[in-house]
């Protein structure tokens, strides 16, 4: 088992930035690829970004690329999520999510929600306009 617990979401104006993080309990953090979803109000919930293992690869949703940046660091068994630049349509509930899921050969980041098997409880990310 995975424990996520999220913090640094909150009430931002635009332009502004926030960092959120996510700590890792009960497993080996650096086995798993990890990822930062969001959902707003009457939307599904969507990736934000993701990366692998060792840290080495990520993925960005488009609307976020150059505005936010997804970072670990294995030895705290932690996940960052630095956010600038922030705009009203970046409102949302964010989540950390982690996955075991593994292929043979490389280090690989996932995007699918459904790979994912361990999920936070989420933190409000509101932004003012």
């Known amino acids: 088992q995975v424990q996520l617990v999220e913090s640094g979401g909150r009430l931002v104006q635009a332009g502004g930035s926030l960092r959120l993080s996510c700590a890792a309990s009960?497993?080996?953090?650096?086995?798993?690829?990890m990822g930062w979803f969001r959902q707003a109000p009457g939307k599904e919930r969507e990736i934000v970004a993701a990366?692998?293992?060792?840290?080495?690869?990520?993925y960005y949703k488009d609307s976020v690329k150059g505005r936010f940046t997804i970072s670990r660091d294995n030895a705290k068994n932690a996940l960052y999520l630095q956010m600038n630049s922030l705009e009203p349509e970046d409102t949302a509930v964010y989540y950390c999510?982690?996955?075991?899921?593994?292929?043979?050969?490389?280090?690989?980041?996932?995007?699918?929600?459904?790979?994912?098997?361990?999920w936070g409880q989420g933190t409000q990310v509101t932004v003012s306009s």
């Open positions: 009960g497993r080996t953090f650096s086995s798993l690829a």
């Open positions: 999510a982690a996955t075991d899921l593994s292929i043979p050969g490389g280090f690989y980041y996932f995007t699918g929600l459904a790979l994912y098997n361990y």
């Open positions: 990366i692998n293992s060792n840290g080495g690869s990520t």
